[in-house]
Nanobody
Framework: QVQPVESGGGLVQAGGSLRLSCAAS????????MGWFRQAPGKERRFVAT????????YYTNSVKGRFTISRDNAKNTVYLQMNNLKPEDAAVYYC?????????????????WGQGTQVTVSS
């Protein structure tokens, strides 16, 4: 099984950028669809972005389209989330997750392995 570990969170001003990384160990990384989710205080965990096993297919929630980019490097067992033009409403704990599925999915229940999360804070 794969174990995701997120990094790269922090404090940024509105309009700024951050790049989150998620290193996955313990499994064959290219066998997993990868996803990013986020959870703001008092709210449910929500889908942000997902990427297929090969990296050829990506999908985003509407609120981040055009601002966030998910990518992966299977040689490095790492998935990234480049976040540009950050807004205060993007502030949340961001989670990386791995799914043993054949196609990308936005459903959190489809993901089998989760990281501990990394905090993103956006000041206005």
């Amino acid at each position: 099984q794969v174990q995701p570990v997120e990094s790269g969170g922090g404090l940024v001003q509105a309009g700024g950028s951050l790049r989150l990384s998620c290193a996955a160990s313990g499994g064959t990384f290219s066998n997993y669809v990868m996803g990013w989710f986020r959870q703001a205080p008092g709210k449910e965990r929500r889908f942000v972005a997902t990427i297929s096993r090969s990296g050829g297919t990506t999908y985003y929630t509407n609120s981040v389209k055009g601002r966030f980019t998910i990518s992966r490097d299977n040689a490095k067992n790492t998935v990234y989330l480049q976040m540009n033009n950050l807004k205060p409403e993007d502030a949340a704990v961001y989670y990386c997750a791995a799914a043993r599925t054949l196609i990308t999915t936005t459903e959190s229940t489809a993901y089998d392995y989760w990281g501990q999360g990394t905090q993103v804070t956006v000041s206005s």
